[in-house]
């Protein structure tokens, strides 16, 4: 399983003269080839190039997806926000400030099972005419409920190392509940998902890096959460 996913859906108010669309060219690797912006976005009196690579191989998500993207600045080609292969996100316009949506997989369909759901949104706006950004996760989308909490925590208690083949997507189905039981306010699931690896692990390879983006999500959020009471 790939992590992340980023979707991108343009809401255009406006339209783009072939002018503008020739000097928005990005210049999109080492050998300096140029290419042809896939959209180009007017914010009070600057224009921002998006270039990226569609994709539709993931039916969860209904709008058109890009990966190895990138918005950027038309005249000065400064990058404003990107993202590789590995993810996938949604940009709309809505008046003077550009919405990035980033979509995660995330443990929240029916029966705890993993769906592309959006989480973390970043919004691209100018102040003082500098290009500004700032960023959040959608912590109040989905919750689990008590009893789904509780079934969280069974599951991981009662399954054994050998259930499951060592470095499998089925033990990170696990460590994906317990990341959003945590996020549903069971600190419980936090403990349980730190000692997730020492249980399971080591892992290898595509599995050790998505359960890497597993824990440093949990890890984010949880300080998100020690600095909301600290403050």
């Known amino acids: 399983l790939v992590l992340r996913y980023y ?5 255009l108010l406006f339209v783009v003269p072939s ?8 210049k999109k690797d080492e050998y300096n080839i140029k290419a042809k912006p896939t959209h180009v976005f007017n914010i009070v009196n600057k224009s921002l190039g998006f270039y990226g690579w569609e ?3 993931y039916n969860d998500i209904k709008e058109k997806c890009y990966s190895e993207a990138v918005l950027y600045d038309c005249k000065t080609k400064e990058v ?4 590789d292969a590995t993810q996938n996100c949604s940009v709309v316009q809505k008046q003077d400030t550009i919405v990035i949506t980033e ?10 099972n993993l769906v592309w759901k ?4 970043t919004k691209v706006y100018l102040q003082k005419n500098q290009t500004k950004r700032f960023s959040y996760f959608l912590l109040n989308s989905y919750h689990y409920n008590a009893e789904q909490i509780k ?12 259930k499951y083949p060592w470095n499998s997507e089925e033990q990170l189905k696990i460590a994906y509940q317990l990341q959003w039981a945590y996020i549903s306010g069971s600190k419980e699931a936090g403990n349980l998902l730190e000692m997730f690896e020492e249980k399971f692990g080591p892992f290898d390879g ?12 949990y890890q984010h959020i949880k300080k998100l959460k020690l600095d909301r009471n600290n403050d």
Do not use: K
Not at 7 to 11: A, E, H, R, T
Not at 103 to 112: I, N, Q
């Open 103 to 112: 979509y995660y997989l995330l443990a929240v369909g029916d029966d705890m």
């Open 151 to 162: 079934t969280t925590i069974n599951i991981y208690t009662s399954t054994t190392r050998d």
């Open 206 to 217: 595509a599995i050790a890096e998505e359960f890497n983006e597993i824990f440093v999500t």
């Open 55 to 57: 994709h539709s191989e």
């Open 19 to 26: 002018t503008a669309q020739d000097e928005c060219d990005w």
């Open 80 to 83: 404003i926000f990107e993202w």
């Open 7 to 11: 979707s991108v859906i343009f809401f």
């Open 118 to 121: 959006p989480f973390y949104v």
